[in-house]
């Protein structure tokens, strides 16, 4: 198992880092247990959840992974040295989290003091924004015309950003949280932290986690290129598209307890003809270079440059096994040209 410093930090984190947002959803307590003794085993010190989880979100999933979590640490005390655990808080829009609002240092000091509660320990080594309070590009809003810039107060977004910069170092100060990380932010999110952080004497941003996989690449060059001179280290969530790249759900195929098979937030809204073709040609290079689907956009996402660890779920032991696998796998010149030329034919088809 390969290790890297999270940012500017002196975390050493696991390339491969344990989701856990389906623990309470579609695994129960004694699946999580067994997904993280196994994870554990293999060299993985890397787990990530979120006061949002389980996921799909709703007022009755709120909490539950961490509780799952906190259970396994309240009977494993001695190991909690093991693991670098992370979470977040969550955004705004959720009306059962904090009526919806903004994240605001009042909004950190309460949230991470109940995820602490609820995951039994003392610290949480990696605190993170779940997403920003201005709309981001994210979750299918990256395609042009969806959003106006030009429109977004940046200077009173600066303000609450300095904010909570302010809570989080109250946190770390506190011995709470130990570095703090964003998800689901831009370019200019990552920069206007570090900016605040650095005139203000404020934590640091170490990390971002956003989307990124196959069918998804947004982010490839400009906002990795910036993560890599910035020194924040880049975390691919859903690095198989929520399973999509698993091939299970091609043909409209609906494998019974599949996320896919569950009512969704936003609906099926990447379901659509073009990423079934895109999936099926990658099936067939998979096929051809004797890979399954999850090993080969697994281990392709390892591969790109400037990705520091990818955050990987699984719902068996036997998928997690599977997607351990693929970060041992190289993948050969021809078989990046066979990628390559599927990506240039469906280019961010969701």
Not at 41 to 68: R, V
Not at 266 to 271: A, E, I
């Amino acid at each position: 198992m390969k290790h890297i410093t999270l940012g500017q930090s002196n975390l050493k984190v696991s390339n491969i880092c344990l989701g856990s947002m389906t623990w309470g959803t579609q695994n129960n307590q004694d699946d999580a247990n067994q997904q993280i003794e196994y994870a554990l085993a293999a060299g993985i010190n890397f787990i990530d959840t979120a006061e949002m989880y389980a996921a799909p979100p709703s007022p009755e999933t709120y909490g539950k992974t961490e509780k799952i979590i906190g259970h396994w640490l309240a009977n494993n005390k001695q190991r909690r040295s093991e693991l670098i655990l992370t979470s977040k808080i969550a955004g705004n829009g959720l009306p059962w989290v904090r009526n919806g609002g903004d994240i605001t240092g009042e909004a950190i000091i309460q949230s991470v003091d109940a995820s602490l509660a609820r995951l039994q320990t003392d610290y949480i080594d990696l605190y993170q924004l779940h997403w920003p309070n201005r709309t981001s590009p994210h979750f299918s809003k990256h395609w042009p015309g969806m959003l106006k810039f030009t429109e977004v107060d940046a200077k009173q977004h600066s303000a609450q950003m300095l904010e909570i910069l302010q809570a989080l170092d109250s946190c770390v100060k506190a011995g709470k949280i130990r570095y703090c990380g964003l998800s689901d932010d831009t370019t200019w999110g990552i920069n206007e932290f570090i900016r605040l952080s650095e005139q203000h004497q404020l934590p640091r941003i170490v990390s971002i986690q956003n989307e990124f996989n196959l069918l998804h690449t947004k982010d490839w060059p400009y906002l990795i290129e910036n993560c890599v001179h910035a020194n924040v280290s880049y975390l691919p969530w859903s690095p198989l598209a929520g399973g999509v790249l698993s091939g299970k759900y091609l043909n409209g195929a609906r494998p019974e307890g599949s996320r896919w098979s569950k009512a969704q937030r936003n609906g099926l809204f990447r379901d659509n003809a073009t990423v079934n073709q895109a999936v099926s040609a990658y099936m067939e290079i998979a096929q051809k270079h004797d890979l399954s689907m999850a090993q080969l956009a697994l281990a392709w996402c390892n591969q790109v440059d400037g990705v520091a660890s990818s955050i990987i779920g699984a719902t068996s032991l036997v998928q997690l096994e599977e997607n351990i696998s693929a970060f041992d796998k190289s993948l050969s010149e021809e078989l990046l040209s066979d990628i390559d030329s599927v990506m240039r034919q469906y280019p961010v088809p969701f």
